[in-house]
């Protein structure tokens, strides 16, 4: 840095919207500091994660879909369907161990079956997924009906509410694993690169010789599979499962995606971005709880966010071009 100077790539990053989110991270975690002195405790920044640690890992490969330029409306459905169907094993008398790769494969197979109709027939995703949301979540109630499942193996009841590695619970270690691996995945393969072509333009990415449906096919079995681990994550936390196991994640989870900058059109995104959102949400909903705002409050400010990550990021682009074609007009 000479003569004082930011760099041009620095003050880039910094201007980018990522580095909005990073502004805005820093503001909540003062002021939940200033307004609470067990904010910044290593406990409570685990209980931060914790509590909404199935979300926030859908939120990873929904990133995935939504820069391929689909939407997955059934994640949370999914999310349901296998913590009911281990639920409904374990009660049949198969062993929890069994159970729980079956489990994953029942999401894998929900990922799948969206798949066929959005690959193989041209479906929008938006239609498909809303239907499967429907199907899926009636699935889940089928197998339990009105009743709770509990009385789980303490081995797994453990593995959800207890630390495995120092204060960390085991959901909040995949998490960061995930994390690490969707971000290589995304930001440094070819795959990667070829999901960012297809969501800015799939006739041309198929044009170049890309396997479109193959790409598509794979991210919507993710999608099913991670939305799979999250139920189990989620049946362990809480010890117990219900037909209306994370009803309504899914508007969580896609506000999560769109506030950290990737586009609802495709092609635009970036795993920093999510995991910035991410800390916004979970720091705005601590801060918000610190101050006895109520449950039903919160999920309007999470509405208006979502109104605002769809607005902020077009309004910024037509700034860019307006200031761009006065530029070249000089």
């Given at each position: 840095m000479?003569g004082?100077?930011?760099p041009?790539?620095?003050?880039a990053?910094?201007a980018s919207?990522e580095?909005f ?6 503001l909540?975690?003062?002021l939940?500091a ?6 910044l ?7 931060l994660?914790?509590?909404s ?8 490969v ?7 330029g ?5 994640v949370?459905?999914v ?5 009911c169907a ?9 062993p929890a161990g ?7 494969g ?10 066929v ?8 995703s ?10 899926f979540r009636g699935?889940a ?7 709770g ?14 630390p495995l ?7 909040l ?13 995304l930001?440094?393969?070819a ?5 960012y ?10 044009f ?38 994370a ?8 506000t999560i995606?769109?506030?950290?900058g990737?586009?609802i059109?495709g092609?635009v ?7 910035l ?9 601590n ?6 705002i109520?449950g039903h409050?919160q ?6 966010l ?10 910024r682009?037509?700034a ?8 070249v007009?000089?």
């Amino acid at each position: 840095m000479s003569g004082g100077r930011i760099p041009a790539s620095l003050r880039a990053q910094l201007a980018s919207w990522e580095g909005f989110l990073l502004l805005v991270v820093v503001l909540l975690v003062l002021l939940n500091a200033l307004a609470s002195p067990f904010f910044l405790t290593v406990q409570n920044q685990i209980n931060l994660f914790q509590l909404s640690v199935e979300k926030i890992i859908v939120a990873l490969v929904m990133t995935f879909v939504i820069i391929n330029g689909e939407i997955d409306l059934s994640v949370a459905s999914v999310m349901g369907l296998a913590a009911c169907a281990f639920g409904w094993l374990v009660q049949e008398g198969m062993p929890a161990g069994w159970a729980i790769p079956l489990v994953l494969g029942i999401g894998a197979l929900c990922g799948a079956f969206n798949a066929v109709f959005i690959v193989a027939l041209g479906l929008p995703s938006l239609v498909v997924t809303l239907a499967t949301l429907i199907a899926f979540r009636g699935m889940a109630r089928i197998l339990v009906e009105d009743r709770g499942i509990g009385d789980f193996p303490a081995w797994f009841d453990r593995l959800g509410q207890q630390p495995l590695a120092g204060p960390f619970p085991l959901a909040l270690i995949l998490f960061a694993v995930l994390t690490v691996i969707a971000f290589v995945i995304l930001q440094r393969t070819a795959f990667g690169r070829r999901v960012y072509f297809i969501g800015s333009s799939r006739e041309v990415a198929a044009f170049s010789g890309v396997d479109v449906g193959r790409v598509k096919a794979a991210i919507f079995v993710a999608s099913g599979l991670v939305s799979a681990l999250a139920g189990l994550l989620y049946a362990a936390r809480v010890g117990a499962v219900r037909g209306d196991v994370a009803l309504g994640f899914e508007l969580d989870i896609i506000t999560i995606v769109l506030l950290g900058g990737v586009s609802i059109f495709g092609g635009v995104g970036t795993i920093t971005g999510t995991l910035l959102s991410i800390l916004i949400v979970l720091n705005l909903r601590n801060g918000m709880a610190l101050a006895n705002i109520t449950g039903h409050i919160q999920t309007g400010v999470l509405g208006v966010l979502l109104i605002l990550s769809v607005m902020v990021p077009a309004i910024r682009d037509r700034a860019r071009r307006l200031f761009g074609a006065r530029e070249v007009a000089r």
